[in-house]
């Protein structure tokens, strides 16, 4: 189920003119592995960031976790530190890099944030993680820590150009602040948010903050499409519902957003060999056809056009020096045959439940 979901999602975002991606696995029940995932990512071909993440504070503890879904913390370690020997690659253009990634502040302890933050600075790995994503976050930050989330982050190490955090919608100007002067990178996941209801994340106040933020679609619990694309256009149109302020004039532009989408991942993800299209960059390179009807009348700035106009999927995918998607199709992928055998397992998670 984990390989057949992960390429089911890959092939989605692929379509969508995403290159590189990185997933948040945090629960493994019934022997399933982190390697399971990044198999299929290699069958794929496309460059991804495996998160080794984790539950270990349960239900009775007070945390999230169902207690039957939680991990003891001395595993929690060894596994990710037999990952980041296994498969990690330090290496420019790299195609797989794995980072420590605990669920969040209220599904593991103090001492394993702090601990996994250790590791990755011994290894030379990132770290990932859920932070402020809503105001229930935020109160329990304050009630079981005393701290706002950004506070309680920095106590435990997790502030650097090492580290991203998922979402960050409700950080306040103090903790933007904290952020920005500790290069800290946040993933803004718009689709998600609204779909929840968590509210909207302040994303140009964070830029103007120093704050490197780039695009997620979130998984498919909290957005029913991982495109890319759409998820550009939502950012800039989701943007301008928030007031212009003295440090944010003007409105986000589809520049602005296609560079959030771009460049911006690649920064928060660590990574200054990909993102753009230069001398010594990754052979990464989609191309959509913007002659058809969704782009009908919008040919005087076609990039624009791109985000403005409703998302399309790619006529070409190249990953890495190799084209995955040529003229829309897969080139080494039945589309048709994964997405049958990604229903059959659904409708089997289903009947179980």
């Known amino acids: 189920?984990?390989?057949?979901?992960?390429?089911?999602?890959?092939?989605?975002?692929?379509?969508?003119?995403?290159?590189?991606?990185?997933?948040?696995?945090?629960?493994?029940?019934n022997g399933c592995r982190l390697d399971d995932q990044i198999e299929a990512a290699?069958?794929?071909?496309?460059?991804?960031?495996?998160?080794?993440?984790?539950?270990?504070?349960?239900e009775s503890k007070g945390g999230l976790p169902p207690d039957a879904l939680v991990e003891r913390e001395a595993d929690i370690l060894k596994d990710t530190q037999r990952l980041i020997e296994m498969y990690h690659d330090p290496e420019p253009l790299a195609m797989l890099r794995v980072?420590?990634?605990?669920c969040s502040p209220f599904s593991v302890s103090r001492e394993l944030m702090r601990?996994?933050?250790?590791?990755?600075?011994?290894?030379?790995?990132?770290?990932?993680?859920?932070?402020a994503e809503n105001d229930h976050d935020v109160s329990y930050s304050r009630e079981r820590f005393g701290q706002t989330p950004?506070?309680?982050?920095?106590g435990l190490d997790w502030l650097g150009a090492d580290v991203w955090h998922a979402h960050c919608v409700k950080l306040d100007a103090d903790g933007m602040a904290r952020f920005g002067r500790t290069h800290t990178g946040v993933a803004h996941c718009p689709c998600s948010n609204m779909r929840l209801a968590s509210g909207i994340a302040p994303v140009r106040q964070m830029q103007a903050s120093g704050i490197r933020v780039g695009l997620g679609v979130d998984g498919s619990a909290s957005n029913?499409?991982?495109?890319?694309l759409g998820e550009t256009r939502q950012a800039m149109l989701l943007s301008r519902l928030l007031p212009e302020t003295p440090q944010t004039p003007g409105m986000m532009s589809a520049r602005d957003a296609l560079a959030l989408a771009t460049r911006g991942g690649a920064a928060v993800l660590g990574r200054d060999d990909i993102g753009q299209l230069a001398v010594g960059m990754a052979a990464d390179i989609v191309a959509f056809d913007v002659r058809g009807l969704a782009h009908a009348g919008a040919q005087t700035d076609p990039v624009a056009a791109l985000?403005?106009?409703?998302?399309?999927?790619?006529s070409m995918s190249m990953v890495n020096g190799n084209i995955l998607v040529q003229d829309g199709y897969f080139s080494r992928l039945d589309l048709h045959e994964l997405v049958g055998r990604h229903n059959a397992l659904a409708a089997r998670l289903c009947a179980g439940a």
Do not use: K, W
């Open 224 to 228: 029913d499409g991982a495109s890319m």
């Open 115 to 131: 601990n996994m933050a250790a590791l990755a600075r011994a290894t030379g790995t990132m770290l990932h993680t859920h932070l």
């Open 150 to 154: 950004a506070e309680y982050a920095e």
């Open 42 to 58: 290699f069958a794929m071909g496309m460059r991804f960031h495996a998160c080794r993440g984790a539950m270990s504070v349960g």
């Open 99 to 102: 980072a420590g990634a605990p």
């Open 307 to 314: 985000v403005f106009c409703s998302p399309t999927q790619v």
């Open 1 to 29: 189920m984990v390989q057949v979901s992960t390429r089911t999602a890959m092939a989605e975002l692929l379509l969508s003119g995403c290159t590189t991606t990185s997933d948040h696995l945090y629960i493994f029940p």
